[in-house]
């Protein structure tokens, strides 16, 4: 979902005090009725058009963890994800350990699987 732009929420203040309905307003700046809606709400309660900031579920990791992981990865780098959550007990899933590699820009290499490796014998095999 992209942010609506201060200038197109003055212009939704400025059309709803005009007494303009909520849906004439969504079609004519391109956003939905809700956003108006919320937009005409968050100035009457707090007075600014700014947008509030949403933060999302909290993490379960602190500071202190992320460092580790970071550390572990920075030492090991072809640690697997498995390994990672087993070897720090972190609370939380693979997908999760995943995504945080990713913001912190990390990378982490894919152990083959001993069947990849197998086929690839029997390819080599085959070609000679």
Same mark, same amino acid.
């Given at each position: 979902m992209?942010?609506?732009?201060?200038?197109?929420?003055?212009l939704i203040i400025a059309a709803k005090a005009r007494g303009e309905k909520e849906e004439v307003i969504a079609? *004519?700046?391109?956003?939905s009725k809700r956003s108006v %809606?919320?937009? *005409?709400?968050?100035?009457?309660?707090?007075?600014?058009?700014?947008?509030?900031k949403n933060a999302g579920r909290p993490?379960?990791?602190?500071? %202190?963890?992320?460092?580790?992981i970071s550390n572990e990865v920075g030492h090991t780098p072809d640690i697997t994800i498995n390994?990672?959550?087993e070897k720090?007990?972190?609370?939380i899933k693979k997908s999760q350990v995943s995504r945080l590699l990713i913001r912190l820009d990390l990378t982490f290499k894919k152990r083959r699987s001993i069947q990849d490796?197998?086929?690839e014998?029997?390819?080599?095999?085959?070609?000679?």
């Amino acid at each position: 979902m992209r942010s609506i732009s201060n200038e197109k929420r003055g212009l939704i203040i400025a059309a709803k005090a005009r007494g303009e309905k909520e849906e004439v307003i969504a079609l *004519w700046l391109d956003v939905s009725k809700r956003s108006v %809606a919320t937009i *005409w709400k968050l100035y009457r309660t707090k007075g600014d058009i700014l947008p509030t900031k949403n933060a999302g579920r909290p993490s379960r990791l602190n500071k %202190a963890d992320i460092d580790r992981i970071s550390n572990e990865v920075g030492h090991t780098p072809d640690i697997t994800i498995n390994e990672l959550i087993e070897k720090l007990s972190l609370p939380i899933k693979k997908s999760q350990v995943s995504r945080l590699l990713i913001r912190l820009d990390l990378t982490f290499k894919k152990r083959r699987s001993i069947q990849d490796t197998n086929l690839e014998k029997m390819f080599r095999r085959s070609q000679n």
